[in-house]
């Protein structure tokens, strides 16, 4: 059997494939226009750099210096005097204390002139008077212990109580000088002294009478 000869391609049936020099002038372009749009994506991100450098934090300072530095601040908004002299100065704080002392004279006067309007408006009433009451001496009965001093006698008051907690009948005794000026009393009547005023060191009674006589 014979072999039947193949067919060449025509322009028809061939595929549609550009020229060689047609490719590369497309590549060409394809990488210019890629390399402009690099060009052009770099460009904003070059312009971005200096908004993100002014959007860093402002510059930390340690408290020392920050103190410092406000209180330079602070002495520069403070107007600075003119230098005087010495003699100037202590003139205007003369004319100072002058100052004060009108203005505490004129507070005192009008304290004083309120205060006498309220005592005459307002009389504060007088104090009631103190009646005087005789005072009541004390009365004491007792034993004559000793009479050996010149008139003077030691008298025993003899007290019986009975203990507020436990109720037992308590019995005491004190003895004070009294004075005898007639030296009518002796050891173990029974007296009755009364109180006095201070007649000597430690004398503060005197005798009344001699109730009964020691047998």
Known sequence: MAEEPEETPTDETAPDTPPEGEAAAEVQADASVSGAD????????????????????????????????????????????????????????????????????????????????????????????????????????????????????????????????YGKVVRTSTTLHAHDEREDAHIGDTVVVRESRPLSRTKRWRLIEVVERAK
């Open 38 to 165: 690099s060009s052009a994506d770099a460009a904003p991100a070059a312009d971005d750099a200096p908004a993100a450098t002014a959007s860093a934090p402002a510059e930390t300072l340690p408290p020392k210096e920050r103190r410092r530095r406000e209180r330079a601040a602070k002495a520069a908004a403070v107007p600075t005097r003119p230098q005087t002299s010495p003699e100037e100065r202590q003139a205007e704080r003369e004319a100072e204390r002058a100052r004060k002392a009108r203005i505490r004279s004129q507070n005192r006067k009008r304290m004083r002139d309120k205060a006498r309007t309220q005592r005459t408006e307002t009389p504060e009433p007088l104090a009631p008077r103190r009646e005087q009451h005789p005072g009541q001496q004390k009365t004491r009965q007792g034993i004559v212990v000793s009479d050996k001093a010149t008139k003077t006698i030691v008298v025993r008051i003899d007290v019986t109580r009975r203990h507020r907690s």
